[in-house]
């Protein structure tokens, strides 16, 4: 790249790389400080409140140090339970819709009649609002009305209907199958796009040596999906220690707080029980978690 | 096939090609019949919405949601945009839209370029120092912003959430734009410079109007987070008149809980824009994501 003039002892030259080199900055100046006013600046506030006790209101405002760290990860059984919902979330979606992802992306890179229209279908959901999402599931659960119990109930299985988000050992599965139903799209589509790149010839090479179907995947189509596995899983995390709209929206962290997840319980205490501080701690442990968890998303996305 | 030109394994290989081939159609049939079954699973939901939003609650309860309605009813929506408000989440929603995106994507677009095509001291770190907003939680700025907003005194109303709508759009705007401006020739630029052109004059006369494809699927992808967004929106708006259309169903599920009907109305409503757009744009909004997430 040539924005730089090599030296020249012209002072025109002199002056137009000097200009330059301010140039790059007046460029960022918006974004940068964008940036730092309305995200690095609160994210230091939130770290300052989160050492503190306070109700998010009054003046009335106390450094506690380290104690609502401590009453996250010691005394408060529902931030555990919560930490622990999110563990569960982040192994499930890592687990189902990365493979049906993957599995659907397989198939549908084949030249089959439609496929562009069953593409549509599987990524349909993920551009949904999720409070869209959630209600129109937590309709298909109703227990009374829902479309799943009518289903059971229909084919001989009503001894299995019941109310999917009101019973405690359902209501974290039936909120997750949600999230599944709206998650299988965007890894689809990623590794279809990964799929693309791999060269034909090393299929046709590893034929005609006699490879077999599951040779041919695990030993080139895998390899090759190495970068998009990295983005797949990174987001994966992330998001899943994100997660708040499913939860909020479906079962409120009920029924108890047995679908609480760090997301909602950091809500609940930041907005509706009055204790700043907690909450900002609380948000601090998911920022913390998920920014270990991007560095090699990160470290992905800024290679050149 | 290349196997042909094998003169000596010839007639093997044709063997073997012809018995891969029924295999293949095998294969391939129930491949079929499984994502056939698959999509239909996934198109359940659609179905349901519809079939529960164009009946009345007297027929739902009798004959089942699965049921083709006694006969088709319309004033759920009609109640639902009125009675609902609606009306008013849909407005609110498209005036963010109008002024966040552009916004956004045009502060974005001006810090991609030096990061693109411009050599600086500090290029990377400032690169890495914006992705590392991929991973952030909004969770972690939510009560300073509240206070912040209360400050400025546009707390509760729509100006309140341009701020950090911006900001978390920023570093994936970034990244897919920088991606996009070095693919465009240096060149080009030199050859304005030359020509007398100033930096400013090649973002908007060059760059800019090069990159309307990327710029294009960006709208679309922010238009459609920022119709979707629901925390910062629940924590800072709080007057039902400035309510976005997440917000707003939120609302409208409390008011109306049991009225399932008049319920799947409302979801209609609010995710038939966004169906339109996919059905007509799905391709643009797809090549984008990937662009976020996959390079070249």
């Known amino acids: 790249m040539s924005t730089i003039t090599k030296t020249s002892p012209n002072h025109r030259a002199t002056h137009r790389r000097r200009r330059l ?62 930490l622990w919902n999110n563990i569960l ?26 496929r562009t229209a069953l593409r549509a279908i599987f990524y349909g959901p993920a551009v949904l609002p999720l409070v869209a999402v959630g209600m129109i599931w937590a309709w298909m659960y109703n227990p009374q009305f829902g479309f799943i119990n009518y289903v059971l109930k229909a084919i001989g299985l009503g001894f299995l209907a019941r109310g999917w988000l009101s019973v405690y050992e359902t209501a974290l599965p039936a909120t997750f199958l949600t999230a599944v139903w709206g998650g299988v799209g965007f890894p689809m589509v990623l590794y279809l796009a990964a799929l693309q790149a791999i060269p034909q010839e ?9 490879a077999n179907g599951r040779q041919l995947f695990w030993k080139i189509t895998m390899p090759w999906l190495r970068e998009a596995n990295v983005i797949v899983f990174s987001l994966a995390v992330i998001n899943s220690f994100k997660t708040f709209d499913l939860i909020y929206t479906m079962t409120y962290g009920g029924p108890g ?7 909602t319980w950091m809500y609940f205490h930041a907005f509706q029980y009055y204790n700043a501080g907690y909450g900002a701690a609380i948000a601090w442990v998911i920022a913390i978690i998920t920014l270990v968890m991007a560095i090699p998303y990160i470290q992905r996305m800024s290679r050149d | 096939m290349t196997a042909t030109t094998n003169s000596g394994a010839n007639a093997k290989s044709l063997h073997r090609s012809a018995s891969m081939k029924a295999e293949q159609r095998f294969t391939d049939t129930v491949l079929y019949i499984v994502l056939i079954a698959m999509a239909i699973v996934w198109l359940v939901p659609f179905i349901i919405i519809v079939l529960t939003s164009v009946r009345s609650m007297g027929d739902l309860i009798s004959n089942g949601v699965f049921a083709w309605p006694k006969e088709i009813v319309l004033s759920n929506f009609d109640r639902a945009w009125n ?22 994507i045009v502060i974005a677009s001006l810090a991609a370029f030096p990061l693109a095509k411009m050599q600086f001291r500090f290029s990377n770190i400032i690169f890495v120092f914006f992705l590392i907003g991929l991973a952030i939680p909004i969770h972690v700025t939510l009560t300073p912003l509240l206070v912040m907003m209360k400050q400025l005194g546009i707390q509760g109303t ?25 693919t465009v020739p240096s060149e080009l630029l030199e050859a304005a ?39 910062i929106a629940l924590v800072l708006i709080s007057s039902n008149d400035s309510r976005t259309v997440p917000v707003g169903l939120l609302q409208f599920q409390g008011q109306f809980s049991s009225q399932y009907t008049q ?7 609010s995710i038939t824009p966004i169906i339109l757009l996919y059905i007509f744009l799905q391709r643009y909004m797809v090549a984008g994501l990937t662009a976020g997430a996959l390079k070249e």
């Open chain 1, 21 to 82: 080199h301010l140039t790059p900055y007046l460029f960022l100046a918006p974004a940068l400080i964008w940036y730092l006013v309305f995200l690095v600046y609160p994210m230091y506030q939130s770290l300052t409140i989160s050492f503190m006790s306070w109700d998010g209101l009054s003046a009335n405002i106390r450094f506690i140090g380290l104690d609502n760290y401590r009453r996250i990860f010691f005394e408060d059984d529902t931030a555990r339970l919560a």
């Open chain 1, 89 to 114: 979330w982040t192994l499930g979606t890592l687990l189902i819709p990365t493979t049906i992802g993957l599995m659907l992306a397989v198939a549908l890179d084949r030249k089959l009649r439609g």
């Open chain 1, 202 to 210: 090393q299929y046709e090479a590893a034929k005609m040596d006699g």
């Open chain 1, 257 to 263: 707080r047995a679908t609480q997840v760090l997301g």
């Open chain 2, 83 to 104: 009675i609902g408000n609606f009306s008013t989440y849909f407005r609110n929603s498209l005036i963010l839209i109008v002024f966040k995106v552009p916004l956004g």
């Open chain 2, 158 to 182: 729509l100006a309140a959430l341009i701020p950090p709508y911006v900001v978390f759009g920023l570093p994936f705007q970034i990244f897919v734009m920088r991606g996009f401006f070095r």
């Open chain 2, 193 to 231: 410079r030359i020509d007398g052109a100033t930096e400013w004059g090649n973002f908007w006369r060059i760059l800019m109007p090069l990159s309307a494809p990327a710029l294009a699927t960006l709208f679309i992808i922010d238009a459609l987070a920022t119709w979707n967004e629901l925390l």
């Open chain 2, 263 to 269: 319920l799947m109305a409302g979801v209609l409503i």
